[in-house]
């Protein structure tokens, strides 16, 4: 098994959206994994909403810290 | 040398090693014994209405070569009257007074009966008083022991009872039967309790005879549970007293109990919150004279780590023992085969492909030997491979840079916020 593998894509599509502007607005934890919600910070895009389905406990760590230090930053 | 004397609840010991009450504090020979040794106090057998015993009594855990891994009892208390024990307290107290002596009681739960006992017992000069509510067998049947120790309420009214009638300081003894024992330990402070020791004894089985089908140990062929005790139980009796240890509602002396057997297992009590230590299976197992290489390990051990007094270790790991939410979800550790070290029985990758994350890889080396390594980035450092190596140092678990510490209760908070 490589779950790192998974993580990397993960990952991958994580940064993808931070770096097109968006930020994490949701997040649901449920038995089939995390569902975050992105949606962009731009007004005009508001309407749209991507939302990952994280599978990897790695994945779950990363996004948090990603919003950690999107929170740091702004503060 | 440093100084190794104890102030136990106001009990002062020359030194933390009491032996339990059990069967090698049944007599004032034993416990004279004991004292020439070097314990430095012992719990009197405990005393109460006497009792009549079965034959056997105790059986053993031998796992893989070390004998008496754990070791269990169906043995009640004190089969003598109180007036002979009390005689023996008495002469035991004037040869050696330096030494602590703790009476180890255990009555009915109606007041006038512990009033009765508990002056019985001062009026021979015993340094304090353990109210036994741990016992799990045989004494339970009759509502004493684990079976009032068990419900808290019970706890705090007899040991305010006890407490109206003592002078000297009340150490309630507690049992793990119980789901949570920081409620038993609350509810012993709400009585007036002036210290707590933990654990008595664990209910268990310690087997079944496939011959005979009888049960380990058996009394003409029928057996009842006992209490588990001695090496086995140690990181159960450790667990409980952190437990205690950390309620920030009761700074409650405890007394450690449970499979201490060397100078290491003490100091890891002591660090854990333990003031006193009581021991019991060891000295059963060894003899009295085990406490000298206690003694002796304790002091270098104090000496090497520049402490003036045992009393400076007491507490020291309670602020590293937290809840599971507590911990930092960002710390990763790895594991790394020391090639050099490695013999390659392959035990490592059998066990992290069977019952881990399956990230030990075999591979031929550059010499065309077999060899072992670690996919790193899937390795969740869960410790089984070096757990499971026979080798001391062919598997490192290695500190991986990460990100800023984050504990689950701090993302479920940041998660909250949105």
Known sequence: MHEYKIFLKEKKQIDELMEQGCQIVSVKENLNGAFVQFRPIDEEALDQVNTLRLLTPDSRKYFTNQLRLKRQVKN | ?418
């Open chain 2, 1 to 418: 040398m440093a100084d190794l004397s104890i102030n136990f609840a106001g009990i002062k010991s020359m030194n933390p090693f009491w032996l339990a009450s059990g069967p090698p504090t049944n007599s004032g020979y034993q416990v004279q014994r004991a004292f020439e040794a070097g314990w430095g106090g012992a719990v009197w057998k405990t005393l109460g209405d006497p009792i009549v015993n079965v034959t056997s009594r105790f059986s053993a855990l031998h796992y893989n070569g070390q004998r008496v891994a754990g070791f269990n009892n169906i043995e009640l208390i004190t089969d003598r009257p109180l007036d002979v024990n009390l005689r023996e307290i008495a002469e035991t107290k004037k040869k050696f007074p330096k030494q602590v002596i703790i009476a180890s009681l255990m009555v009915e739960p109606v007041q006038e009966k512990w009033h009765e006992i508990v002056k019985k017992v001062e009026d021979v000069g015993v340094d304090g008083l353990e109210l036994n509510f741990g016992c799990p067998h045989g004494m339970a049947e009759r509502g004493m022991g684990s079976a009032s120790g068990q419900v808290p309420e019970l706890v705090e009214k007899q040991t305010s009872w006890a407490k109206e009638a003592a002078e000297t300081p009340v150490i309630v003894k507690l049992t793990p039967n119980i789901t949570d024992i920081t409620a038993t330990a609350y509810a012993a402070s709400q009585g007036g309790a002036d210290a707590i020791s933990l654990i008595n004894t664990i209910n268990s089985l310690m087997g079944i005879d496939l011959d005979t089908w009888n049960t380990i140990p058996n009394v003409a062929g029928k057996g009842t549970h006992g209490g588990y005790c001695g090496p086995a139980v140690k990181p159960i009796a450790l667990s409980m007293v952190g437990e205690c240890a950390r309620q920030t509602d009761s700074n409650i002396p405890i007394s450690g109990i449970g499979g201490i057997g060397t100078w290491r297992d003490a100091a890891e009590f002591m660090l854990m919150g333990a003031t006193g230590l009581q021991v019991c299976t060891a000295a059963m197992h060894h003899g009295f004279r085990i406490v000298e290489d206690m003694i002796d390990g304790l002091n270098n051990y104090l000496d090497e780590k520049g402490l003036a007094s045992v009393m400076d270790l007491v507490g020291r790991s309670v602020p590293k023992y937290r809840d599971w939410g507590d911990l930092d979800l960002n710390h990763r550790v790895v594991a790394r085969i020391n090639q050099d070290q490695c013999i390659h029985c392959n035990k490592c990758h059998i066990a992290c492909e069977d019952g881990a994350h399956q990230c030990i890889e075999m591979y031929t080396d550059k010499n065309g030997k077999p060899a072992l390594k670690v996919r790193e980035e899937d390795c969740v450092g869960c410790n089984l491979c070096s757990i499971v190596c026979p080798v001391d140092g062919a598997i490192d678990m290695i500190e991986k840079p990460g990100e800023e510490p984050m504990t689950w209760n701090e993302r479920q908070a940041l998660l909250n916020t949105l």
